[in-house]
């Protein structure tokens, strides 16, 4: 159990300790600041600790937001000050030195209004990048958590300090100012204030006004019986799993209930972050899970499509497939322009001026927002075309709805990176590189070439490959030429640090000439199974890339090379799905030999995987933001 050691002499009336015990805190008391090293002290070594003066007023929220937050080495707010296990010997050392330092009379520090952040439905949000708002324009005492949270600053310790708006957060300096900030606690209701910060500021328009304003009520149910985001998360995807099974079915009403069942398991999506944000129960499984089950509850839904479909006569599975494609390269262009300009110098560009400019146009934000079909319009979509036409309808409207949203988001990213002066980091090219996802194959060549021009020569060899495999007879050895040279390309793609201004194109180009030589290798076979087999295989593939995604963002860099050489490469694999097709055009063989491939690297993928994110203390990242161009 964490530690609050209160500082300095009682306050009579105070609700200060009970508050602290209602936020899982066991409460010590320090009479003055020379006893609080050794209470310090007798607490073990892997506990949180919180240093609190006993002159504190404030919302309860306040201090849980400062306080509870598990993502930071510490955090403060005036008059409050907490450390985790890694930040306590820093702490140790900021009380020696404040010990050590001459006594000085008692500092003040005013109240400024420091405007809260506003988010896109006009509610006050706290913002964990900006300072404290105390709350009240009295004059403050800097006590001894403020002395020792700007001692922690000064040795290298990150000290979190969430904008509070208009919650209360001070230690008056005489019963006046005490009076005046107990007025402006009662007049803020900060339950308000926390629901309202448990929604995401930015958000797609169909999660912002149809599912936030009731999801962050369930999400506050939840947090009073006790549920993780965890189970939630995994509840939704149940709930999704259930959808694509009534899918399956076929019927009429299978399809309105999994229509049903898909925007219900959207709102349980929404509701485990919204519950994680009112709870402060942040943790790397969640995000990962999160993350993770996001992409195999919609993919899954494509296939239960697919199944329905099939069961009323019709194959929709090349569909499905191309779904998932397009889906998955759409994800990957906004990775890899993120990573591209993540910490590029000189960032700008007349493009972002104009989108700025957009922006402050009010409506303009929502309608820009709404045509990269972020993932609550999308599934908002999926689910009323399901209940009300065909799976064939409803995936044909899916992909010409993300083709315009890839259209448009990849021409804005395109005309921005042309646009500015940015000059890239190794940091940068690096993670491209790992992007890029290149095997044994592409390596070697990108050792024994000169590598230049990365977008066109990767959309040349994938020009090819696509090529070869969809107007050359079935079953002949051009598709594997293809894949040969498509291998070369690669390597000769990203012999160079990928630095350019376009370069940030390389790995999207790899992952639609990998996944289309798939499609339209198993959709010409005209083999029984071969699609659904082909589905799988690219489901699992796609998994590896999504996983590089995660790591790169939570700061831990790319899987292991060896799980990158087992799975092949992206060239590798393509020259094997090349080459089973030439030796297996007819017959069950292609199919066994695709649902094969696609076992051995999901067991390789997914075992690496968990075994890693178990493990890990890297934060996993959401992959869709719903930002526009």
């Known amino acids: 159990m964490p530690t609050a050691i209160l500082t300095g002499p009682p306050v009579a009336g105070s609700p200060l300790e009970s508050g602290l015990r209602a936020l899982g805190f066991d409460v010590r008391v320090a009479a003055d600041d020379a006893a609080v090293r050794p209470e310090l002290a007798a607490l073990p070594s892997g506990e949180r600790v919180a240093l609190v003066d006993t002159r504190f007023v404030g919302h309860a929220h306040s201090l849980r937001l400062a306080l509870t937050d598990p993502r930071f080495p510490a955090g403060a707010v005036p008059g409050a000050l907490t450390v985790q296990p890694e930040a306590r010997a820093a702490l140790t050392r900021a009380l020696d030195g404040a010990a050590a330092a001459p006594a000085a009379p008692a500092a003040h520090r005013a109240g400024p209004e420091t405007g809260a952040r506003t988010a896109a439905d006009g509610a006050t949000q706290p913002d964990p990048q900006a300072g404290t708002r105390t709350g009240t324009a009295e004059a403050a005492v800097c006590g001894l958590p403020d002395t020792l949270a700007d001692r922690l600053t000064a040795d290298g310790v ?167 494609v397009l889906q998955t390269a759409r994800h990957v262009v906004d990775f890899s322009f993120t990573e591209a300009n993540h910490d590029a110098t000189a960032n700008t560009s007349p493009t972002a001026a104009l989108s700025d400019r957009l922006d402050s146009a009010g409506w303009t934000v929502w309608v820009r927002r709404m045509i990269v079909l972020p993932i609550g319009e999308r599934w908002a979509m999926i689910a009323v075309l399901t209940a009300c036409t065909t799976p064939r309808i409803t995936l044909w409207v899916l992909l010409a709805g993300c083709a315009l949203a890839a259209c448009y988001t990849t021409a804005g990213r395109v005309l921005r990176s042309l646009t500015r002066a940015a000059r890239r980091t190794d940091r940068a090219a690096q ?131 060896w799980l990158v050489r087992a799975v ?16 297996r055009p007819g017959g069950q063989g292609f199919t066994i030999a695709l649902t094969m491939l696609c076992a051995v690297i999901a067991v390789t993928v997914l075992s690496e995987s968990i075994r890693f994110w178990v493990s890990s203390k890297a934060p996993a990242v959401h992959d869709e933001s719903g930002e526009p161009a």
Request: proline fraction near 5%; charge should be neutral.
């Open 158 to 324: 990150t000290v979190h300090r969430p904008e509070l708006g208009v919650l209360v957060a001070t230690v008056p300096g005489d019963p006046a100012a005490r009076s005046s900030a107990e007025e402006a606690v009662a007049a803020t209701d900060d339950e308000a204030v926390r629901l309202r910060g448990a929604v995401k500021a930015r958000d797609g328009f169909f999660t912002t006004f149809c599912i936030s304003p009731y999801s962050r009520y369930l999400a506050r149910w939840c947090a009073r019986r006790g549920l993780t985001p965890n189970q939630v998360t995994t509840a939704s995807l149940i709930t999704a799993l259930i959808a694509a099974a009534a899918a399956a079915t076929g019927t009429r009403g299978g399809f309105v209930a999994a229509g049903v069942l898909l925007l219900a398991s959207f709102v349980l999506d929404c509701t485990d972050g919204q519950l994680a944000r009112y709870s402060l129960q942040y943790s790397t499984m969640g995000a990962w899970l999160d993350a993770t089950f996001d992409r195999a509850k919609e993919y899954a839904y494509y296939a239960g499509l697919a199944l329905g479909a099939a069961r009323g006569g019709d194959d929709v599975w090349a569909l499905a497939l191309g779904a998932m």
């Open 431 to 561: 993670a491209l590189a790992d992007l890029a996802d290149s095997g044994p194959l592409a390596t070697a060549v990108a050792n024994a070439a000169r590598g230049f021009a990365a977008p066109v020569i990767a959309a040349l060899g994938g020009a090819v490959v696509v090529a070869t495999a969809l107007w050359t007879p079935m079953g002949s050895w051009w598709p594997v030429l293809g894949a040969a040279v498509y291998a070369v390309t690669s390597g000769i793609a990203v012999a160079a640090p990928l630095k350019g201004a376009l370069d940030w194109l390389a790995p999207p180009l790899f992952r639609i000439a990998e996944y289309s030589t798939i499609l339209v290798l198993a959709a010409r076979s005209e083999v029984n199974g071969a699609l659904p087999a082909a589905f799988g295989l690219v489901a699992a593939v796609a998994y590896h890339h999504y996983d590089t995604v995660y790591r790169i963002r939570g700061g831990t860099g790319a899987p292991p090379h």
């Open 568 to 583: 092949g490469g992206h060239e590798g694999r393509t020259l094997v799905v090349t080459v089973v097709a030439a030796f």
